[in-house]
């Protein structure tokens, strides 16, 4: 049987500088997604990468005295960088300088053309170039840029106009027949009713005011609009071409999911089923707007002064614990929170007590009476059937919590495993057992703990993979994948483990901020 395949998206980070840890959650939250996956048996295909044109970029550079290609090179390759050290393991970084996804974005252009899709006319309206959005006067919030917050200024240039319009009933038709097209609902009520319905203006598809970008073919006094440019990204690396469709693109598109972030939703439910449609293509089965990752409840961003790194925070913590923390800490529909105060309370509660203290007891509690060894497990007690449904139903409870992406809710089932094998060290009492001699008793305590461990690691290697692979390395097993948890027992007796060495050692909250303050 073939394997199923996924597909599944990041939205590209913009290019005009270094990512904060919110646009980082983004390409952690779809690793998480896309590793799941693998982990189930699907075929995945994982793209992520950098939207390089566009007159900020353009101004960003001239600051700097480089051209814009030099600035856009720099910057992406600190994203890449990013997101590798964040151990993501995406399939293909792409960029929309590649020069074959510039062939096609000006191919997709002229076929739109030619359709009639797109004509010449003049734009006038308020614009936004930190956003490069045209608004009109309805949409601004306080005379401002209703996505940034910045001043707009008025503008007008000879254009070309992509007919929107001619799609919005396809649109409402399309949405309201596909519920899951738009997740959560709140952001696909917010389009229709906001957006749609109210009416789709053409879109200005064009500019003329500066050259950092990607020519109109026919007209090259025109640069494309940078975001028909970025959108494609998702169909041009896939082997699309309008003149030929390739093997690989028809395996691939329709993308089972775009994963973006809830500001630019408008542009992935609007923008990017109109060109789909104007280019006779199927549109992705589903895209994700997740929520934002707040600090102190606010915003994240380099402009607000409070911008916090992944990378620096991976410094100070680790990759895991800040993989675990934004996974764990954002729900499904609402914003979440990030303080140093609020990471540090998590790492110690959740990664150093619950887990990594389980992990350091049980391996040492082996150690200490079965030298080390897995031993065979004889002498059962009702006690250990409630610990033994936990672990065989973890699986199940997971990759429920995955179908719908509710990570956060994905990870907390696997974390009770780990939470109930603590409390299962509270009732069985190994060191009470030893004591007693009851060795027969005692084995099958030890065994249902290690073997729970296996499963929990097993289990958590999608959010958490670097943890996962140090407590196989400590429990000497290569029986990891997901169809070696179907049924509890897997664990072979007899195997002899290694040291225990501590996953997470805790942090003493007030040195630790007072070493960040200096």
């Known amino acids: 049987m073939e394997n199923k395949k996924y597909y599944i998206s990041t939205a590209i980070a913009y290019t005009s500088g270094k990512p904060h840890i919110g646009n980082t959650y983004e390409i952690i939250l779809a690793d998480a997604i896309a590793r799941f996956k693998r982990a189930l048996g699907y075929d995945v295909y994982f793209q992520t990468g950098t939207d390089e044109h566009g007159e900020k970029i353009e101004l960003k550079a001239k600051e700097k005295g480089v051209t814009p290609k030099e600035y856009v090179d720099a910057v992406a390759s600190q994203i890449k960088g990013i997101w590798d050290k964040m151990n993501t393991s995406y399939d293909r970084f792409v960029r929309t300088t590649d020069e074959n996804h510039e062939r096609q974005v000006q191919k997709i252009f002229k076929k739109m053309y030619d359709k009639g899709d797109i004509y010449k006319g003049e734009y006038k309206g308020l614009y936004c170039t930190p956003c490069e959005s045209f608004w009109t006067e309805s949409q601004l919030i306080d005379g401002k840029c209703p996505d940034c917050g910045r001043e707009v200024a008025l503008a007008s240039e000879e254009a070309y106009f992509f007919k929107l319009s001619k799609y919005q009933d396809k649109l409402v038709d399309y949405i309201e027949k596909h519920p899951e097209f738009i997740q ?11 957006f749609i319905k109210p009416g789709l203006q053409d879109l200005c598809v064009s500019r003329t005011s500066f050259d950092w970008g990607i020519k109109v073919l026919f007209d090259p006094k025109h640069i494309v609009y940078v975001w028909l440019d970025a959108l494609t990204n998702y169909i041009t690396n896939i082997g699309y071409d309008v003149d030929n469709e390739t093997e690989q693109f028809k395996k691939w598109w329709p993308a089972d999911l775009h994963l973006i972030g809830k500001d630019i939703i408008r542009f992935h439910t609007i923008y990017w089923p109109c060109f789909l449609w104007s280019l006779d293509l199927p549109l992705p089965k589903q895209v994700f707007g997740h929520p934002w990752l707040l600090t102190n409840n606010d915003k994240i961003g380099k402009s607000r002064g409070n911008a916090i790194y992944a990378d620096e925070l991976a410094d100070l913590f680790g990759v895991d614990a800040v993989r675990y923390y934004v996974l764990h800490e954002i729900p499904f529909a609402n914003d979440g929170n990030l303080t140093y105060e609020l990471m540090i309370e998590r790492y110690n509660s959740d990664l150093a007590n619950i ?4 992990v350091n007891r049980t391996i040492s509690m082996d150690k200490k009476y079965f030298d080390g060894i897995v031993p065979e497990p004889s002498i059962k007690e009702e006690i250990d059937e409630d610990l033994i449904k936990i672990v065989t139903n ?43 001699q009851n060795i027969e008793r005692l084995k099958t ?27 196989y ?15 509890f027992g897997g664990l072979k007796v007899g195997t002899k483990l290694n040291e225990p060495e501590p996953l997470f050692v805790r942090i003493d909250k007030e040195k630790f901020l007072e070493e960040l303050a200096k």
């Open 445 to 471: 305590v030890i065994y249902n703990l290690l073997e729970a461990i296996r499963v929990g690691a097993v289990l958590l290697h999608p959010f958490l993979p670097e943890t996962a692979e140090k407590i």
């Open 184 to 194: 959560p609902e709140s952001r696909k009520n917010e389009m229709l009713n906001n």
């Open 473 to 487: 390395s400590q429990l000497n097993t290569d029986l990891t994948t997901f169809s070696s948890i179907e049924n």
């Open 394 to 436: 973890a699986l199940d409870k997971t990759t429920a919590a995955m179908d719908e992406l509710k990570v956060a809710d994905a990870i907390d089932n696997v974390f009770e495993i780990f939470r109930r094998s603590n409390k299962y060290i509270d009732e069985t009492m190994p060191w009470v057992l030893a004591k007693e």
């Open 355 to 358: 887990l990594g203290n389980l």
